[in-house]
């Protein structure tokens, strides 16, 4: 995963995107602390977050909590609806056949007809919880498919940062 050099190149990277605001924060040189919280990721992974940093609206440079989120697979990276969305498509009787997949699987732990019988003011916060545990697990699951992925050196066997 995630060894020295991949970090001195993120380093570099990082300096050159953000200049004085990032080696004044962080140094010309990790001191460990980057590379200790980057270690489970692939080096693939760290481009991920590299090209967040391009497209991230905010100026700053990312602090290593900020950055190792960017690194990771979003619900956006995965097509899963926000929970209001994911609601709307769980009680359409119209779409039972058809439900994006984290939608579904709160189907089937609530139920339908539960779903479509109980009061929105009851269902609603109940379809929040569930919705919140059921994506926040797809993300983990995502997230170790992926570095899984890279582990084994991806489809072309070739680790990498991305070019940015």
């Known amino acids: 995963m995630a060894v020295s050099q991949d970090i001195d190149e993120l380093w570099l990277r990082m300096s050159k995107m953000y200049g004085h605001k990032f080696t004044s924060t962080y140094g010309t040189l990790d001191d460990g602390t980057w590379c ?46 926000d929970v209001d969305e994911a609601y709307q498509l769980a009680t359409v009787r119209s779409n039972s056949g058809n439900r994006q997949e984290a939608v579904q699987r709160v189907v ?10 109980g009061s929105i003011k009851k269902m609603k916060p109940i379809f ?21 992925y890279y582990m084994t050196g991806g489809k072309d066997g070739q680790l990498y940062i991305a070019n940015v």
């Open 36 to 81: 200790r919280g980057l270690s489970d990721l692939a080096p693939a992974q760290l481009g991920v977050g590299l090209s967040r940093c391009v497209t991230r609206k905010d100026p700053w440079p990312p602090n290593l909590p900020e950055f190792r989120g960017m690194c990771l697979p979003t619900a956006q990276d995965l097509g899963i609806p």
């Open 108 to 117: 089937d732990l609530i139920g339908v007809f539960e779903l479509r019988t």
């Open 128 to 148: 929040d919880r569930a919705y919140k545990a059921v994506t926040e697990k797809m993300l983990i699951e995502a997230a170790m498919e992926e570095h899984s």
